[in-house]
């Protein structure tokens, strides 16, 4: 089986190193990429075709993880040669995710929760095709949510919807602990019910939120935009909070 590689990146290299098969070969092409992918494409024993046609052609599963901006042009392009199966695995939104669907018959909308490099990376899926990819499970949680394409995409924004308004709550209570002098104690007495490790996920939280404020803000305006004419009031809050 050969699976191939739109995108040579951090996601790509880490199925690489995950997924290791004597049955299983992995190719990508160098057609028109940057100097720093073209070297990581050196570092690993696989397959470089000229042009990503022919990788689209020549896999049996398809994997496009380039970037949420080049993942329909890349569905565009390729998509009607992948006659296996086509799983995106971009962090795009559900709109996109049916946007890629109409250049993709053989679509399955995958995503990976949390970072593709942490110890236990999971992979969701969706679409009547995932079925083909539970064997991926000898080497990686993988996870098939329904038969629907785009339900991976919606969990990933319903996750997010929590997550950020959480984040933005959070940045509030502590704030208003550290007016108090009562920071520790705010985290203290709340792990009696969250859990041991929740100030350290909290601050994690906190700051990774206001490090990169505009993207999530971008991110909630995303949301909002999906779910337009449901109750949003938590999720426009921590948009306003966030805009500050
Ligand atoms: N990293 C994670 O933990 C994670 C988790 C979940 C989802 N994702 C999603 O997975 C995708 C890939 O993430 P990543 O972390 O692997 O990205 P990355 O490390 O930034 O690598 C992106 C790769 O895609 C290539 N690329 C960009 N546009 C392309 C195009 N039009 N055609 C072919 N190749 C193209 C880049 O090549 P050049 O160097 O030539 O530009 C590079 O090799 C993104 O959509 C990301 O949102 C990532």
Redesign the pocket.
């Known amino acids: 089986m050969i699976i191939g590689f739109?995108?040579?990146?951090?996601?790509?290299q880490n199925l690489i190193s995950l997924i290791k098969s004597d049955d299983i070969t992995f190719m990508t092409s160098v057609e028109?990429?940057?100097q720093?992918?073209i070297e990581k494409i050196k570092d690993y024993e696989i397959g470089v075709a000229d042009t990503?046609k022919e990788v689209a052609i020549e896999s049996d599963i398809l994997i496009s993880?380039?970037?949420?901006k080049?993942?329909i042009?890349?569905a565009e392009k390729y998509g009607k040669y992948a006659k296996g199966i086509y799983l995106d695995?971009?962090?795009i939104s559900p709109d996109t995710t049916f946007e890629i669907s109409k250049f993709t018959p053989n679509l399955v909308d995958g995503?990976?929760i949390g970072?593709?490099?942490s110890a236990h990376p999971i992979l969701y899926v969706s679409g009547e095709l995932s079925d083909k990819l539970m064997f991926l499970g000898k080497f990686i949680d993988i996870r098939k949510i329904s038969d629907n394409v785009g339900d991976v995409a919606i969990l990933k924004l319903l996750r997010s919807s929590y997550t950020k308004t959480l984040s933005a709550l959070l940045i509030e209570s502590s704030e208003l602990a550290k007016q108090h002098n009562l920071e520790n104690e705010f985290f203290d007495i709340l792990s009696l019910t969250e859990g041991d490790e929740f100030r350290e996920k909290s601050l994690s939280r906190i700051n990774n939120t206001l490090s990169s404020s505009k993207r999530k803000s971008e991110e909630l305006e995303e949301i909002i935009d999906y779910f337009e004419g449901s109750d949003l009031t938590m999720v426009r809050a921590a948009l306003k909070k966030l805009s500050r």
């Open positions: 739109i995108g040579f990146g951090k996601v790509s028109g990429r940057s720093r992918t990503f993880a380039n970037s949420p080049s993942a042009e890349v695995l971009n962090n995503a990976i970072k593709i490099d």
